[in-house]
């Protein structure tokens, strides 16, 4: 059905100005975001069909060149998505204080958590704090073609030394859901700790992330 064809009070931007828009689904907010249909579909259409295809969480992270292959959406429909999901993003980054003190796990995942916002590949960061636990540093290393990623020892270490920095914060994501430590994890973290602590730099904590859940390995008993 045509949104000209629907009763007043279903069409999307009328049922957000009367209702607001947290009355509207998934679908409707992103017909809104999209604005037109195509010969074949109308809006709201084309919203479903893409939302029951891949989800919000997987358009979120399609580059230009992904978005631009599905059927209906080109050029105009692609940049507009960007666009909205840049800001959302740059939205949930601004809500970080970088002059905070990290004192705890929660501390931690309120500074990091807007960089994994819809991530659906791994990710590891650090963060680099001085005496007092303010961050001083973070870096983010990815591979968003890969189901993992290796602790970059090295560039860890060069990082540390040059910020002078007291300690780090290890953090990385589990996109499967489970956010338990695997062996990888606690051997790499085990032989980063000891590394650090030759150089009199203290591993803090690594704080694993998953859905919205976050689980400490220092609470887990698995750091000096």
Request: net charge negative; aromatic share 8%.
């Amino acid at each position: 059905m045509k949104i000209k064809e629907m009763n007043e009070e279903e069409k999307p931007r009328e049922k957000l100005l009367a209702n607001g828009v947290k009355a509207l689904t998934d679908s409707e907010l992103l017909a809104i975001m999209l604005g037109s249909g195509t010969k074949e579909e109308s809006v709201l259409e084309l919203s479903s069909r893409l939302i029951n295809k891949y989800g919000l969480s997987k358009l979120f992270n399609m580059s230009f060149d992904e978005l631009s292959k599905i059927k209906g959406i080109k050029e105009a429909k692609a940049t507009k998505l960007m666009s909205a999901f840049e800001i959302a993003r740059r939205c949930i980054k601004e809500e970080r204080n970088i002059k905070k003190p990290l004192l705890c796990k929660e501390d931690v995942y309120d500074f990091i958590k807007g960089e994994y916002a819809f991530i659906n590949y791994e990710m590891l960061s650090v963060v680099y704090v001085n005496c007092k636990c303010v961050p001083i540093e973070y870096k983010t290393y990815s591979n968003s073609l890969s189901h993992s990623v290796t602790i970059p020892y090295r560039e860890i270490i060069n990082e540390a030394i040059m910020n002078k920095c007291y300690g780090i914060f290890l953090i990385h994501n589990h996109p499967t859901g489970d956010n338990n430590p695997s062996k990888e994890d606690i051997e790499s973290t085990e032989e980063l700790e000891e590394i650090l602590i030759r150089l009199n730099i203290i591993l803090l904590d690594h704080i694993i992330l998953s859905n919205g859940n976050y689980l400490s390995l220092n609470e887990y008993g698995l750091l000096k």
